[in-house]
């Protein structure tokens, strides 16, 4: 037997609606994914993942669907992971624990293995391969947690624990989070302009300088651009 995954396009939900034990104003459905056939190539089930119904319509008939990015890893738990411009995206319930087991096991792995399979996700974003150091994490995760997780949510914990433990003291993370692209590269500029002018019309430099130096303040624009660059956020 063999699965297959279907194009996001032909997703569809599989029998009734069950209402949302968390939140009773919103559904959850099975959505088929895919289907297993036998080996004559004969379907003989479908493979179907709990999904908020309110996204499987965004993600197939929604007018934003072009910012959907879904990556679908059978056998795997969850079997999909799904990013809104850029922004990871809960899609069931059972997601939130999924994320808490990651985040426990990273936090007992060496830092050094969880940062060579960051390295490996941006070198070979290009090519779409696996590096060694993914495939050496989701080992070690494996037998911590004896669950064959998402690659994709694997990634995203990685992202996590590297951001949570990157100082922000004067509010340069917080700030950026907040803006459009657009935004950030304007801010910067401003801040090289100052460096130049010791002027500025940016109303967010003028603010920060109340409570930092333009030095401080570049110091900490640059570490974030770089961890950006690094977590491949720009």
Excluded at 2 to 28: F, H, S, T
Excluded at 95 to 105: F, G, L, Q, S, T
Excluded at 193 to 211: D, F, G, R, V
Aim: proline share 3%; net charge negative.
């Amino acid at each position: 037997m063999k699965q297959y995954g279907y194009p996001v396009a032909q997703w569809g939900a599989l029998g009734e609606e069950e209402v949302d034990i968390n939140n009773p104003k919103r559904n959850i459905s099975n959505c088929v994914i895919g289907e297993v056939k036998d080996d004559d190539g004969t379907p003989i089930d479908y493979i179907t993942e709990k999904i908020f119904s309110n996204i499987i319509i965004a993600l197939t008939e929604g007018k934003n669907k072009k910012e959907f990015a879904v990556f679908t890893n059978l056998g795997q738990k969850p079997q999909v992971i799904i990013r809104y411009n850029g922004e990871f995206v809960i899609h069931n319930n059972e997601v939130p624990d999924y994320m808490e087991e990651v985040r426990n096991a990273l936090n007992s792995l060496p830092t050094k293995v969880i940062l060579q399979a960051l390295i490996d996700k941006r070198i070979m974003q290009a090519n779409r391969k696996k590096g060694d150091g993914i495939r050496v994490l989701e080992t070690m995760l494996k037998q911590q947690t004896g669950v064959n997780y998402n690659t994709e949510l694997i990634y995203h914990m990685c992202q996590e624990l590297l951001d949570e433990n990157c100082s922000d003291n004067i509010g340069i993370k917080k700030l950026f989070k907040s803006m459009t692209f657009e935004d950030v590269v304007s801010f910067v500029g401003c801040v090289r302009e100052y460096q130049m002018t010791e002027e500025t019309q940016n109303l967010y430099l003028a603010k920060m300088l109340n409570q930092a130096t333009i030095d401080e303040i570049a110091v900490a624009t640059n570490n974030e651009i770089t961890t950006r660059f690094f977590l491949g956020r720009i």
